[in-house]
């Protein structure tokens, strides 16, 4: 029985080509947003099960190295292309060599998976949702049956999604929804910045079927909106490494704190301290725990007291024409 069953379809293989001065050095890694949540909560020390499709002979190397990290992997294993690519950051920045956004799940594939994923998360603690890195790889519908059938089954999942992928998950009815703000303005959920705003997004978002709302923004406080209540979370911002991989320290973090049944403000604060910490790395997914922990100390939560209309008081305003003011 494992703490977090991640339903992660379609799993990536990393190659990175890095430079240590002695020459060409090659990382290969798997990858992919549940794959990225599923290496921090290890480092939690979270037992976690993973349902993915796997393809190919890169699917057979993705399988590999997440059983060497202590990953339990529950694949429906297929022929073809698998989802990956090579990138090198000899230069300091990525340059794609190569990339492959692997192939669309078949119906049969696609059962297989959906019974495999109720299967292991009917023995699971925390179920959580996460996405394919590529689009076309299955329906946004699934999504909704899956939240729907864990929710009936006692299971209601925290979801890592975004867009369609998202609407659908909350049709089903999901304990807990992450977004980020760029996300939000891509699916044209929020068009500025204002707290107010994105508070206003969440409060949807909430009445569209999740119990608690998670909106992260990039060197700005965390938004959460928790039944009637509201939260800025906000952290020390670290100097930036590489920002990939921060979203998925902060779910995972999340989830972890949630295991030991800590109250969803003192989760979202562990998460921002993983995230924040996630950019100082070159690691996806990656972190020190006992690192996160301490810097959780120096997390606030503030609630942001709304009245029936959602409306700010002035001096709530006054404080996100500031926080505007100083980015």
């Keep these: 029985m494992a703490d977090v069953m991640i339903f992660a379809p379609s799993p990536l293989l990393t190659v990175t080509i890095e430079d240590d001065g002695g020459g060409p050095d090659l990382h290969v890694h798997p990858g992919g947003q549940g794959v990225w949540q599923a290496r921090m909560l290890r480092t939690f020390g979270r037992s976690v099960a993973i349902c993915a499709a796997l393809t190919g002979e890169v699917g057979r190397v993705v399988r590999h190295l997440l059983e060497d990290d202590g990953v339990e992997v529950h694949p429906v294993l297929r022929e073809g292309r698998g989802a990956g690519y090579v990138h090198d950051r000899r230069g300091g920045e990525r340059v794609v060599v190569a990339e492959s956004a692997g192939e669309p799940l078949s119906r049969h594939e696609l059962d297989e ?4 994923a109720l299967r292991e998360a009917l023995d699971a603690r925390i179920v959580l949702l996460s ?16 939240a729907a059938d864990l929710s009936a089954a006692g299971r209601p999942p925290i979801v890592d999604l975004a867009g369609a992928r998202l609407a659908a998950a909350l049709e089903g009815g999901v304990r807990l929804a992450k977004v980020s703000d760029d996300e939000l303005h891509a699916a044209g959920e929020a068009t500025g910045d204002s707290v107010a705003e994105l508070v206003a997004a969440a409060r949807r978002i909430r009445d569209a079927g999740a119990r608690s709302v998670v909106i992260s923004r990039a060197g700005r406080s965390t938004l959460l909106v928790d039944g009637d209540l509201a939260y800025a979370v906000s952290v020390p911002v670290m100097e930036e490494v590489d920002p990939r991989g921060a979203g998925d320290s902060f779910t995972a973090a999340l989830v972890s704190a949630l295991l030991d049944d800590e109250p969803v403000t003192e989760a979202v604060a562990l998460g921002v301290a993983a995230g924040a910490l996630n950019v100082t790395r070159h690691g996806l ?3 020190d725990a006992e690192a996160i922990r301490r810097l959780r100390g120096r997390v606030t939560v503030e609630e942001w007291a709304m009245d029936e209309a959602g409306s700010f008081t002035p001096g709530q305003l006054a404080a996100q024409a500031e926080e505007v003011d100083g980015e």
């Design 285 to 287: 997914g990656s972190g």
């Design 113 to 116: 998976l959906y019974a495999l």
């Design 131 to 146: 996405g394919p890195a590529n689009e076309g790889i299955l329906p946004d519908d699934v999504y909704r049956r899956l």
